[in-house]
């Protein structure tokens, strides 16, 4: 399969499992980069592998199950015991070998120096490497283990997530794997811009907890200015400032609708059917903050009287934001994004669509190769690397690969 070429393609190692290292080199494959997944050997004591490769639905095979696909397309996998001084040496052979730009792990820091991969240890022999690790929090903290769930609990996430009268609560998505793989991916590319100037690499340390904490724009400076409490807490499907901004009842359905100014409020009033919601205390945001509970009910019952899609003409015409609340099967469909989805192909060869890139590039690959199995490029990136098929044969017996 062709892929969109660029200037020089890089080439990533990557030891990595779960999401947010994934979801990281993936943005990296896209842009046509070669990313090797590495994977520890067997153990003995459960499913060998990204324990990711074993949760969902069973898709292509016993290692391929559907919550491991889409992070995965268009790598190589290989396998490397780096428990053994001879998988260490063979991972800095490789590093030379495949001419690697960049080195990831998200592994606990506690445990990079028993494995070689410490940033000491391969930018010591490689400088001009770039190295990325994630983990929970930071290298200050090397044994936390970095689950999104706990990461989310542990930055106030879920203390502002959730109705107001409700308990704490998840957001539907991995924010905080996501997050921090957009963290990687940022760093890596400024990394590789300021290599080409000084010719040196880069250690990046990628803090779950400190780039969650990085998205409490809207609420972690408040406590410095005399807020309410009601300012950093749950607020339901309500902004907590713009007023009315809400999820409103209709006869067929729901619709979201979000006044972000005093001038959509009065496009809003103008709508005939909305004309008896308005009066002078209302004009101002700081006026409707006083009366929010009054005018979310006021606002309730005129929507709850009309059809969706009635509503929604009338609020696209007097351009105020506002839309039905879709599933992912019609988010799937939206016109402006189902030209944009990414596929790839079962090994029956059936088509999958799965998530957009993030912002439109040319260049950028929108096709990749299904993920691969455990283990499945292993002899061929040895080979490539010089070793010989009794080398390689070797390796294999010795578990040193697998």
């Given amino acids: 399969m062709n892929t969109p070429s660029r200037t020089k393609q890089r080439t990533v190692l990557s030891l990595e499992q779960a999401l947010s290292l994934p979801s990281a080199t993936l943005r990296m494959r896209q842009l046509g980069w070669r990313v090797i997944r590495i994977e520890s050997t067997p153990t003995g004591a459960g499913l060998p592998g990204d324990p990711n490769r074993y949760i969902g639905g069973r898709v292509a095979d016993d290692d391929r199950h559907s919550y491991f696909i889409a992070p995965n397309v268009g790598k190589e996998a290989l396998t490397l015991n780096l428990k053994d001084a001879r998988g260490q040496a063979l991972l800095h052979r490789l590093i030379d070998a495949l001419e690697v730009d960049v080195f990831c792990c998200n592994t606990v820091p506690s445990r990079y120096a028993s494995l070689g991969i410490a940033p000491e240890q391969l930018r010591g022999s490689h400088p001009a490497l770039i190295w990325a690790g994630i983990s929970a929090l930071g290298p200050e903290v090397p044994d936390a283990p970095g689950y999104d769930p706990v990461l989310q609990a542990m930055s106030g996430f879920m203390e502002v997530t959730g109705m107001r009268d409700g308990p704490p609560t998840l957001a539907g998505i991995p924010v905080i794997d996501l997050k921090a793989g957009d963290e990687v991916y940022a760093g890596v590319l400024l990394a590789l811009l300021e290599r080409s100037d000084s010719g040196a690499g880069k250690t990046i340390h990628v803090s779950m907890l400190q780039a969650a904490a990085s998205w409490l724009i809207t609420l972690l400076p408040l406590l410095d ?135 439109d590039d040319a260049q950028a690959a929108r096709e990749l190769p299904f993920a691969p199995k455990y283990g499945q490029h292993t002899r061929g990136v040895l080979g490539e690397a010089g070793l010989a098929a009794s080398e390689i044969d070797t390796l294999y017996a010795e578990g040193i690969v697998a």
């Avoid at 749950?234 to 009842?249: Q, S």
């Avoid at 005939?272 to 009910?297: C, L």
């Avoid at 709850?304 to 929604?312: D, I, T, V």
């Avoid at 944009?340 to 029956?348: F, K």
């Fill in 225 to 359: 200015f005399g807020c309410q409490p009601d300012e950093v807490t749950r607020a339901g499907n309500e902004h907590r400032k713009f007023i009315p901004t809400n999820v409103y009842p209709t006869a067929d359905g729901f619709i979201y609708l979000a006044i972000g100014s005093d001038a959509q409020w009065r496009r809003l009033v103008a709508i005939p059917k909305f004309a008896g919601i308005d009066s002078e205390v209302r004009g101002t945001n700081q006026g409707r903050h006083h009366q929010r509970d009054a005018i979310h009910r006021d606002m309730a019952a005129v929507t709850a009287r009309c059809g969706a899609e009635e509503l929604l003409a009338d609020l696209r015409a007097a351009t105020i934001p506002a839309t039905r609340i879709l599933d992912i099967a019609q988010v799937r469909e939206l016109p402006t994004l189902r030209t944009r989805l990414t596929q790839s192909h079962l090994p029956d060869g059936r088509a999958i669509r799965m998530q957009p890139i993030a912002v």
